[in-house]
């Protein structure tokens, strides 16, 4: 079974700019989660996708936006970056059954870098 | 103060040691509880899941909750250098499905 595929995995844009990233959850999955992951601040939360709705939203400024699609897969953007979104972002996927199999399962990660 | 303190290590000890991680909690209404594994820039890969209190035992590996006193640890015996990476705790309540994490452990296993 496919893991979770994040696309692409490496990037470099200049501030002001902005960026879309792709994840393909594992097949039938549901839900999708996007964190940052930076040195200091630890993995962060962005938002939760299930059945193409937003679920829950972490503590993020409105430049941060996602969206999943029929098929379960999501993208994210960001737009206007700044020096300090150079990050990791990790995609999570999970199957979400009721109460159950929410654990999450990640993929390698796409590393944005702002200059 | 944050929902799960973790310490960020780093966390040193020789090859064989048996190695305890913990984090703490305050919200009582956590029952799932799970712990990551992460290699330098790869993703967290799930390592154990548990629900509510008690053990889990995984091979060298053995996660523990005690709800109680709102702790929970993970067990690593005869540590191998190839464990050398960070550890995530991560949890959830019943209602709420976003996890929430610690900050992440350190490992370190000197050959």
């Known amino acids: 079974k496919a893991g979770v595929t994040q696309t692409p995995r490496y990037l470099i844009k200049t501030r002001g700019q902005q960026v879309t990233l792709s994840c393909s959850p594992i097949?039938?999955?549901?839900?999708v989660s996007w964190y940052q992951q930076t040195p200091g601040q630890g993995l962060q939360f962005l938002f939760e996708?299930?059945?193409?709705?937003?679920?829950n939203k972490g503590n993020f400024p409105g430049r941060f936006s996602g969206r999943q699609f029929s098929n379960s897969r999501s993208e994210m953007n960001v737009s206007t970056l700044e020096l300090g979104d150079s990050a990791l972002y990790l995609c999570?996927?999970?199957?979400?059954?009721?109460?159950?199999?929410?654990?999450?399962?990640f993929g390698q990660g796409t590393r944005l870098t702002v200059v | 103060q944050k929902e799960v303190e973790q310490d960020p290590g780093p966390l040193s000890v020789p090859e064989g040691a048996i190695v305890s991680l913990n984090c703490t909690y305050s919200n009582s209404a956590f029952q799932y509880f799970m712990w990551y594994r992460q290699y330098s820039r790869k993703g967290p890969e799930l390592l154990m899941y548990?629900?509510s209190s008690g053990n889990k035992e995984d091979g060298r590996f053995t996660a523990q909750v005690d709800k109680s006193s709102k702790y929970i640890s993970l067990f690593i015996r005869d540590s191998q250098p190839s464990d050398s990476a960070t550890y995530l705790c991560a949890m959830r309540g019943d209602s709420n499905y976003q996890l929430i994490w610690g900050a992440g452990t350190k490992l370190i296993i000197k050959p």
């Open positions: 097949s039938g999955h549901r839900s």
């Open positions: 999570a996927s999970s199957l979400r059954t009721g109460k159950m199999n929410t654990e999450a399962f």
């Open positions: 548990t629900y």
């Open positions: 996708y299930f059945s193409e709705t937003q679920r």
